[in-house]
């Protein structure tokens, strides 16, 4: 069938970190757009085109740093001022792309930044249709309306959702019955029925099979641009500050192992040898994760990958398959160093045994990335010392902490609230992991936080430099630097290595 030419659609990932510099980047195919661009692809008859916004082809190295010092002043001065560089390139995509309808998948800290592109699109065509998704416009439904140029919001998972909207706009049918919707209709909002989730996670099309023709620029993006695959959605555990239950809920649909060998082998023959598991939690339970272990040493065992880990999940004998398996990198989320601050937060584990599986990680040879978040209502001084001698104890490579951050329509939100540590004009682009806004203590001054905070950054960042310092260097040379000491030319090229 021909497709007419005004059956276009455009999918944007909005801008975050090209926000703070233009040449800053977020260096993958965000798998929102990839599941999405792929399913119209093959299910519908409409054009497709996706576009990550917040890639830059020339990029420089992100730094916590950077956004939390200085550019956090160009994040601000950037976000809505159409004569930054970022807003006129995508007035210039859009134009030149002329969509019909265009597709917005929106976090939280990216939502305001999602806004600025709902305007430049009416802008540019008032009668396109927009459409927004992704976790914040899930979680805070009917909000998203008060911005006047957002038409049709998306609820949930959005793959069925994408295509069946798509057909009614085409043949200029109803929205009434399409579930998983809010949408505008003459002068009120209209808010269908939730959607069921997507039972079968294998009948999902691999968003990289289909990257070459509907990504903008996809030849230059690196090979590890496509190398983020989900294994399962949904998380069974019950964190105080996550937003996964209220998106994919608690209970875990996983994808078959050989789906998921299968969307190993599309990627490993464009050129693709090292995979990222971007699941909230890798491995269900351990025989899940042993399955899938036994599956990629039979069918990839020339692959090398990376996962997230529940500190729950951690076992000798999982690890050791994981290692087996061609595992180099595990991340667990320790969060506090202190067992008050996890039981409130409904972590389900003690430091005691973070640091145990910590152990048992490095004793199989793999990588560790440890996660740790300050800054919970109820921190004291004390806590936070607490979780600072947790992150200088813990046997990892990369150390990467967190400014504790509310997410709007969460329960962690709807504390801070009750609490008095949320107004009732919370901007929510003021707020990310590491902005220098954060502040959600009940027990520290704002001053006091943001100087304990800064202090914390910066150990964090000697912590990292020195790991990066012994991944390069030899141990017989690093040793000799620590014992000696380092005089200020070695110093200084020691900051010329690390690209400081």
Aim: with cysteine; charged share 25%; net charge positive.
């Amino acid at each position: 069938m021909m497709i007419r030419k005004e059956k276009k659609i455009l999918l944007i990932e909005p801008p975050f970190y090209r926000l703070f510099k233009n040449t800053y980047s977020l260096d993958r195919y965000p798998l929102s757009l990839g599941y999405l661009a792929a399913v119209i692809s093959q299910k519908t008859t409409w054009e497709v085109m996706a576009y990550n916004a917040d890639f830059y082809p020339a990029r420089d190295p992100i730094k916590v740093s950077y956004l939390s010092g200085a550019g956090f002043d160009n994040y601000l001065a950037n976000l809505e001022n159409p004569a930054a560089l970022i807003w006129k390139e995508i007035k210039s995509v859009i134009a030149g792309y002329n969509p019909m309808v265009l597709g917005i998948s929106a976090k939280s800290q990216n939502f305001t930044s999602a806004c600025m592109i709902t305007r430049i699109a009416k802008e540019i065509n008032k009668n396109i249709i927009v459409i927004i998704g992704g976790v914040h416009p899930s979680l805070t439904g009917r909000d998203v309306f008060k911005n006047a140029a957002i038409d049709i919001s998306v609820r949930g998972e959005g793959e069925d959702t994408i295509v069946e909207l798509l057909n009614a706009i085409e043949s200029a049918k109803s929205l009434e019955g399409i579930k998983g919707i809010l949408y505008r209709k003459n002068d009120s909002l209209n808010e269908n029925p939730p959607r069921e989730y997507i039972k079968d996670l294998d009948s999902l099309p691999f968003p990289g099979d289909s990257a070459n023709r509907l990504l903008k620029g996809y030849d230059k993006y690196p090979k590890a641009a496509f190398s983020h695959i989900f294994t399962s959605r949904g998380c069974p555990y019950n964190c105080f500050f996550c937003s996964s239950r209220n998106i994919w809920n608690r209970r875990v649909r996983a994808r078959s192992p050989e789906n998921v060998i299968k969307e190993i082998k599309v990627l490993r023959e464009q050129g693709v040898r090292i995979f990222d598991f971007v699941d909230d939690n890798f491995g269900i339970n351990k025989e899940h994760i042993i399955d899938l272990c036994n599956a990629l040493i039979r069918h990839c065992p020339d692959i090398k990958w990376s996962c997230e880990l529940h500190v729950n999940l951690v076992e000798e004998e999982a690890i050791s398959f994981m290692k087996k398996a061609g595992c180099f990198l595990i991340q667990i989320g320790v969060e506090s160093g202190n067992n008050e601050a996890l039981n409130r937060i409904r972590k389900n584990i003690t430091i005691e045994k973070a640091l145990s599986a910590a152990k048992i990680i490095k004793k199989y040879g793999i990588k560790l990335q440890a996660f740790f978040i300050i800054g919970f209502p109820w921190d004291t001084e004390a806590s936070l010392e607490d979780t600072v001698k947790a992150m200088r104890k813990i046997k990892c490579d990369i150390l990467t902490y967190s400014i504790f951050t509310p997410y709007p329509a969460t329960e962690a939100f709807e504390f801070c609230k009750e609490n008095g540590l949320i107004k009732e004009e919370y901007d929510v682009s003021l707020y990310n992991h590491q902005s220098p806004a954060n502040n959600f203590c009940i027990n520290i001054p704002p001053r006091r936080f943001r100087m304990l905070a800064s202090k914390i950054e910066r150990m964090v960042d000697r912590r990292n430099s020195i790991n990066r310092i012994k991944r390069i260097l030899s141990p017989a040379t690093f040793f000799m630097i620590r014992e000696l000491g380092i005089s200020k030319s070695i110093h200084k090229g020691m900051q010329i290595l690390l690209g400081k």
